[in-house]
């Protein structure tokens, strides 16, 4: 199977068979790939009993800032904008909670690996699994190009985000989980 991750914005993609655009900007079915889906129903790593509506919320909630703790709230939004919480508004990111209630902050690699990873995973299991089909058979006809906004797809990076495509691929791939 030939699946590539490419930028959103990439001519490249155009010389592919089949393009697919994973963001929440995506047409349906493909926009549920996207973190921001409000899926709903999604445990909170470290937090059981705990759930959140989408993986970004889920990641946003735990968020630490220098101005702010942990966000509950994010937890229920069915929104798929206005889910980031930035440095602008509350000052340095100090890191990750270790779960709604936990007391450690976890360093940015290690909340990828421990939050990230195993809130999209259940996503990719349990909410897309007609799309994740679908992408198998286009992907065993000829070549698909998975667009998303970052072409990321190793987690140690830490210099550019995450591409949940690249997780998409790895996964259809059967190549989970991520270095």
């Known amino acids: 199977m030939d699946i590539r991750v490419v930028h959103h914005r990439s001519r490249a993609a155009g010389s592919v068979a089949t393009v697919i655009d994973v963001t929440s900007r995506g047409p349906h079915p493909w926009v549920r790939c996207s973190p921001f889906y409000p899926h709903g129903g999604i445990p909170v790593p470290l937090s059981p009993g ?16 220098d101005t702010a703790g942990v966000d509950r709230d994010l937890l229920t939004a069915t929104r798929m904008t206005g889910l980031k919480r930035t440095v602008r508004r509350f000052g340095p990111v100090r890191g990750h909670r270790a779960g709604l209630d936990g ?49 990321n797809g190793d987690v140690s990076d830490l210099t550019k985000p995450l591409s949940h495509a690249a997780l998409i691929r790895l996964h259809v791939l059967n190549e989970w989980p991520p270095g």
């Open 50 to 65: 705990a759930v959140g509506t989408s993986v970004e919320a889920i990641w946003q909630a735990l968020k630490v800032f």
């Open 103 to 151: 007391t450690d902050l976890l360093d940015y690699e290690t909340a990828r690996r421990r939050i990230y990873l195993p809130a999209y995973r259940f996503v990719l299991d349990r909410h897309l699994g007609a799309e994740l089909t679908q992408l198998r058979a286009l992907a065993t006809a000829g070549p698909v190009a998975l667009l998303d906004y970052t072409t």
